[in-house]
């Protein structure tokens, strides 16, 4: 090109046949690449600063398309720039600006993975000058050959990853001279030779070029095969160890999109590394539908507690706030209920949670706090919360049983079962004298109980009522146009199967029922599954397309129940103590 011609190319060979977006699956023989390189007068992108665009359209090793044009930048060309690439001032004088060259820019890339060596640097002016302009960046796909060449060549085949460095290595056609168009056509060889590398590597997508481009651990790269041959299904996943040790369980409604996650950059906690160094091969266990893969999840980490599982490892640890017998009963942390026990709360996930609720419920109504067994004959010395006026003494029988049931025990089983409203009137109450005395750190610590008591209330009579149902069937519309269904008896998940699209579900129903897991019904809202499983479950069936197929029993909760507490709840949890104040009846 003679010094101060201005030629602005034609756009050719665009494939009208392109779809919408690049699928990650696509391999890389049929994969759209559109190979960019800018030139620029320097700095840091900020919308403007473009020189000179060149484009290459390929597929398949052919050659497809080319757009080229210098482009007006609007400010001066530094000297040192017009030494290092060729172009002057007067060449870009007559040129277009970028606003009016991205327009054509943008239905090039489109349906395409836009390549770059060192492609930070132009998508970055590209993104900054679409911005700057109004034009929204279509967020292709990326993959810039400068990292892949640091992941397939080492420092013995090339000394460094420059373009010009790369391009001698693999004896391009055109060699790089910060020329746009040049660049790009140099770039493409780099390309190809870098994608006739990659097979050694087992990587054949686009998607698992650009993960691998990506800064992959060395592990994740050794033990990607592990992704290999899963199914693209719903279910559980459990790594092993060379023991054939559970070392983590997890869920997705794609087991293989899921397990190959791990082997990529996004990927970077510590302990999957770690667990990922010692797994030796992964196992899938498919699921009807998504709710029975969360549900075995539950159930294989609680069996087999994998040491790189942080959450639900041991269900059983779940602790009851318990009302004792006798006549002056108090609140008591117990590991499990017995036959006989009538009045708690829970489960509480921590004893530290049961703890937080107790001290919301003394600091509501007068139970005793003492670990003494009392008597009706025998008076037992009172202690200083009883000097203090926080008890009403019934060691000193300073108040009838009767009384005290009243007073203190009759609103704790109250508030379990059906309405806590006295229980909560009574923390506001305090919450309000608290904050109108300016001592905001002890209403915010009543606050905190508040919110435990009435986060364990909702909890519980949530659970009871789905768990004193023997049987429920449940339906939900499954992706393909059939129904996931799920039978469930006493909270637990006893069955789970999907109806073919186009079939009445019930044949499929008489089938889960008949091959269902038998459950009795046991004591206490949570009788015969984890509290975490019928809350998954619970959640399943509350969903707005969720159909109630047929019941045992009736499903229900008390009308003046903890539930309709929920707003005050999430004031508690979230909001100051003043936001308390009005809730009041």
């Known amino acids: 090109m003679a010094p101060g011609e201005y030629v602005q190319q034609t756009l050719a060979g665009l494939d009208p046949t392109a779809g919408g977006g690049v699928d990650p699956a696509l391999p890389l023989y049929a994969t759209t690449f559109v190979v960019v390189d800018l030139e620029t007068t320097g700095g840091a992108p900020d919308g403007g600063g473009i020189t000179e665009i060149g484009a290459v359209k390929v597929r398949g090793g052919e050659e497809l398309a080319v757009l080229a044009t210098l482009v007006n930048p609007g400010v001066p060309i530094p000297p040192f720039i017009t030494v290092l690439t060729g172009i002057t001032q007067a060449m870009l004088i007559p040129a277009p600006p970028i606003e009016q060259v991205l327009p054509s820019f943008l239905e090039f890339i489109s349906d395409a993975v836009l390549v770059a060596h060192n492609a930070p640097y132009d998508v970055g002016f590209l993104k900054a000058a679409c911005a700057r302009h109004g034009y929204r960046w279509p967020n292709p796909r990326v993959l810039d050959t400068a990292a892949l060449a640091r992941r397939v060549l080492t420092r013995d085949e090339v000394p460094n990853r420059k373009l010009g460095t790369l391009a001698a290595y693999f004896r391009t056609a055109i060699r790089p001279t910060h020329r746009a168009l040049d660049d790009a056509k140099a770039t493409v060889d780099v390309l190809h030779g870098l994608i006739a590398r990659l097979g050694g590597h087992r990587v054949d997508t686009v998607g698992e070029a650009i993960e691998f481009a990506r800064a992959v651990s060395p592990t994740q790269r050794r033990k990607r095969h592990l992704a290999e041959g899963l199914p693209k299904a719903p279910g559980v996943y459990i790594f092993r160890a060379a023991d054939d040790r559970p070392l983590y369980v997890g869920t997705s409604g794609d087991i293989a999109t899921r397990v190959r996650s791990y082997f990529t950059a996004a990927e970077k906690r510590a302990r999957i590394s770690e667990m990922l160094a010692a797994a030796e091969r992964v196992e899938a266990v498919e699921c ?113 049983p009767e009384e005290y049931d009243h007073r203190a025990a009759a609103p704790f089983r109250t508030a379990t079962t059906s ?167």
């Open 419 to 585: 309405d806590p409203q006295v229980v909560v009137d009574a923390l506001l109450a305090r919450i309000e004298a608290l904050s109108g005395s300016q001592r905001y750190e002890e209403a915010a610590v009543v606050r905190s109980r508040l919110a435990a008591v009435l986060r364990a209330t909702v909890r519980m009579q949530r659970l009871a009522g789905l768990t004193r149902i023997a049987e429920l069937t449940a339906a939900r519309r499954a992706p393909d146009g059939g129904w996931e269904l799920a039978l469930v008896r006493h909270g637990r998940l006893a069955g789970a199967g999907v109806s073919p699209p186009g079939v009445h579900p019930r044949p499929t129903i008489t089938a889960i029922r008949a091959t269902a897991e038998t459950v009795e019904p046991g004591h206490g809202p949570v009788p015969r599954a984890s509290a975490e499983e019928t809350e998954r479950i619970l959640s399943w069936l509350e969903r707005p397309e969720t159909r109630l197929v047929e019941m045992s029993s009736e499903w229900s909760s008390p009308v003046s129940g903890a539930a309709r507490f929920r707003d005050l709840l999430a004031k508690a949890e979230n909001g100051g103590s003043h936001q308390l104040s009005t809730e009041r009846s």
């Open 288 to 400: 009807a539908h998504p709710l029975e893969a969360e549900v075995r999840e539950l159930r294989l980490i609680a069996a087999h507690a994998p040491p790189y599982n942080r959450r639900s490892k041991f269900p059983e640890r779940m602790v009851w706030l318990k009302l004792t017998d006798g006549p002056y009963p108090r609140l008591s942390v117990v590991r499990s209920l017995a036959p006989g026990d009538t009045a708690y709360l829970g489960p509480f996930r921590s004893k530290q949670a049961a703890e937080l609720a107790a001290a919301g419920f003394h600091d509501a109504v007068p139970l005793r706090q003492c670990t003494h067994r009392l008597s009706l004959r025998t008076v037992t010395p009172a202690c200083a919360l009883a000097e203090l006026g926080r008890c009403p003494a019934p060691c000193e029988h300073r108040i009838t």
